[in-house]
């Protein structure tokens, strides 16, 4: 079973609809992390760009944002797993979806002042290879905008793999039924009010911090999504994403920050949080 066409297939419209929506916490996570301080912002950027390649649309939700703002530019969507995105998006008229595996010599029909690949490079057997593919594709002064998983603390990174050999080889229905009680835990934890004050905590890798109960299990612990605006369906299949998938890397800041420099572009964006890396990157 391949995890991302079982997602997909099972959860259309998964966060389709906040991605959209001015100021739910989804849209506002993916321009935050992207350096945007609002969707006016967002807006400017998005309409002086022509051609633009969203690389492992997915369902198509962040294709949808850009081609809602930008109508006049060209938007090609790529992914192994095409039907969802493509009912998804049938009535955007300047957007095309097109089949193809990123883990291979990608054959794009032009190139892109845009290229846009979030949230999927890690779950590639080469995610360097795929991103200097990606660059290849970039004409001059061009832009390219990745997020990776950034490596996380030890006891997170050893519970989250322990997870996922016991949930990678089964069946969605079982794996959402495996991850549910995840999503069960960090709905109540995000009902306990106030903060824990943590001294750093060099064996665990655990630095010193002002902490929710909730944000301290999540991010050192185990990943216990909930987000109220997906409620607890969409919010298991978050978890379901992160713990179900046989290929998940992680990544550090300087590693990422190599791919660039082997491509040879600026750095022209970074934000590194608890869960990922954001790099934009410029082809001079």
């Known amino acids: 079973m391949n995890t991302f066409e079982e997602k997909w297939k099972n959860n259309k419209d998964l966060a389709f609809g906040e991605t959209l929506r001015e100021g739910s916490r989804i849209q506002n996570?993916?321009?935050?992390?992207?350096?945007?301080?609002?969707?006016?912002?967002?807006?400017?950027?998005?309409?002086?760009?022509?051609?633009?390649?969203?690389?492992?649309?997915?369902?198509?939700?962040?294709?949808?944002?850009?081609?809602?703002?930008?109508?006049?530019?060209?938007?090609?969507?790529?992914?192994?797993?095409?039907?969802?995105?493509?009912?998804?998006?049938?009535?955007?008229?300047?957007?095309?979806?097109?089949?193809?595996?990123?883990?291979?010599?990608?054959?794009?029909?032009?190139?892109?002042?845009?290229?846009?690949?979030?949230?999927?490079?890690?779950?590639?057997?080469?995610?360097?290879?795929?991103?200097?593919?990606?660059?290849?594709?970039?004409?001059?002064?061009?832009?390219?905008?990745?997020?990776?998983?950034?490596?996380?603390?030890?006891?997170?990174?050893?519970?989250?793999?322990?997870?996922?050999e016991k949930v990678k080889s089964l069946d969605y229905k079982k794996a959402m039924e495996k991850v549910s009680a995840l999503t069960t835990l960090g709905k109540e934890l995000q009902r306990i009010e106030g903060n824990i004050i943590v001294p750093e905590i060099p064996i665990l890798e655990i630095p010193k911090g002002t902490y929710t109960i909730h944000d301290f299990i999540y991010n050192f612990f185990c990943k216990c999504y909930y987000n109220s605006e997906l409620g607890m369906e969409g919010s298991n299949a978050i978890n379901f994403d992160w713990y179900h998938p046989t290929v998940s890397s992680k990544h550090t800041e300087v590693e990422v920050e190599g791919w660039f420099k082997e491509a040879g572009l600026d750095i022209t964006h970074k934000k590194v949080d608890d869960y990922g890396i954001t790099i934009w990157g410029l082809k001079k």
């Open 29 to 164: 996570w993916i321009l935050e992390r992207n350096g945007f301080s609002n969707l006016n912002e967002f807006k400017g950027f998005i309409r002086c760009k022509n051609r633009i390649l969203d690389a492992g649309c997915g369902n198509g939700r962040v294709t949808a944002l850009m081609a809602k703002h930008n109508q006049n530019a060209k938007i090609i969507g790529m992914d192994l797993f095409t039907d969802v995105a493509k009912e998804n998006l049938k009535n955007y008229k300047n957007v095309v979806i097109l089949k193809a595996d990123l883990d291979k010599e990608l054959d794009a029909p032009e190139t892109f002042d845009f290229i846009y690949c979030q949230e999927v490079l890690h779950h590639l057997k080469n995610p360097k290879n795929t991103f200097h593919n990606l660059c290849e594709m970039l004409e001059e002064n061009g832009e390219i905008a990745i997020y990776v998983y950034k490596k996380k603390a030890m006891a997170r990174e050893l519970i989250d793999e322990a997870i996922r």
